[in-house]
């Protein structure tokens, strides 16, 4: 992991105690061997991951009217610019709940990670996602509310930006947890932005909104999860997405919008250091306004914690994604640059090392 100058000298002066006295330093390291393709490529892989290390500085102030103002600086280590990740600032009240405005990770996402408790780059957001949001917005209003009885409600306004394709929207979501359950639910809807279709080899059209003038996006979410003993959890969600295309598939080349419902279902538990897991995603056939429908799709994946330390763990993880017709649902080793040539199975096998600091 790599520190610039100035990371470098923010960590020695808060180090040292100096006016920055209430900022902490966190972050996390992360990699993997991971054996496996994307698609219908040239076959099989042995290749190493570099999953995001990342730094962040984060601080507080206590205000004289009883509130607390916070901020948050979080980037990706080796190249990449500061607040990659997160750069947002705000206050939170204990009466009145949180606010805060720049980049940060979207209410629709949090909801996701609730769900999806794989840590390699590939688990079940790799099928479930389907092009639904985009993970960390720029230029965004979030809100918190304060836990009342168990419920937490959240919002956010995504203000048009141009580094987003002018892109603008709102999401709202709520969280009802008690000991034995809790249930979700999130809606959001987005403007100048559509899906693209039209090249199923792309994985950054495929998994992200794009930019389109006058098109629209929306869905929702509804979901629910069971705490049976303490470290067990069952877990359901589901999703029903509706979006302007940007681009039609080669299958429907007229189409101008698609309509599709995804369902996730996950289980985990803690037996003393170990935390193994399995998940499933099933993307049902997308309907168009005009042509064949875009064929189902599946998403198999099982793994293994184990925990190190307090801090550090070790992890084992195999995934199968199943691509019907035009779908393109990929694995890791897209990101080496091994993309899919056309429409095909995925399926890899992960081992890692995670260490939080």
């Known amino acids: 992991m790599r520190l610039s100058k100035l990371a470098m000298t923010i960590a020695l002066t808060c180090a040292a105690g100096t006016s920055l006295a209430d900022v902490t330093i966190y972050g996390i390291a992360q990699a993997s061997i991971d054996y496996g393709t994307s698609g219908n490529n040239s076959g099989n892989r042995l290749y190493y991951q570099d999953i995001g290390a990342r730094l962040g500085f984060k601080g507080s102030d206590k205000l004289d009217n009883g509130s607390t103002l916070e901020w948050n600086l979080y980037q990706y280590t080796g190249g990449y610019t500061w607040g990659s990740r997160e750069a947002w600032i705000g206050i939170s009240d204990k009466d009145w709940g949180s606010f805060r405005s720049g980049k940060s990770k979207s209410t629709y996402s949090q909801v996701m990670d609730d769900f999806d408790l794989f840590e390699s780059n590939t688990t079940l957001v790799s099928t479930f996602k389907d092009g639904t949001y985009r993970s960390f917005p720029n230029s965004t209003l979030f809100y918190t509310s304060p836990k009342w009885e168990g419920l937490v409600l959240k919002g956010e306004y995504q203000l048009r930006d141009g580094s987003n394709d002018n892109a603008y929207g709102y999401t709202v979501s709520a969280k009802y947890a008690q000991e034995k359950f809790a249930l979700y639910g999130a809606y959001q809807k987005f403007g100048n932005s559509g899906r693209d279709l039209s090249d199923v080899t792309n994985a950054g059209a495929w998994y992200n909104p794009t930019g389109a003038e006058g098109k629209s996006m929306q869905s929702y979410l509804l979901g629910a999860q069971i705490y049976p003993v303490p470290g067990m959890i069952f877990g359901a969600l589901y999703q029903h997405a509706q979006q302007d295309l940007a681009g039609a598939p080669a299958s429907a080349p007229t189409a101008t919008q698609m309509k599709r419902d995804s369902v996730l279902l996950m289980a985990q538990d803690s037996i003393g250091k170990w935390t193994p897991r399995v998940g499933y995603v099933h993307q049902f056939a997308g309907k168009f306004d005009n042509g064949p429908s875009l ?63």
């Open 295 to 357: 064929r189902t799709a599946d998403q198999f994946e099982i793994g293994t914690d184990y925990n190190l330390s307090k801090h550090s763990l070790l992890y084992t993880e195999a995934s199968y994604i199943k691509n019907r017709g035009q779908n393109g649902f990929q694995s890791s080793a897209a990101d080496m640059g091994w993309t899919a040539s056309s429409a095909g199975d995925s399926k890899v096998l992960s081992v890692g090392l995670i260490a939080l600091f």
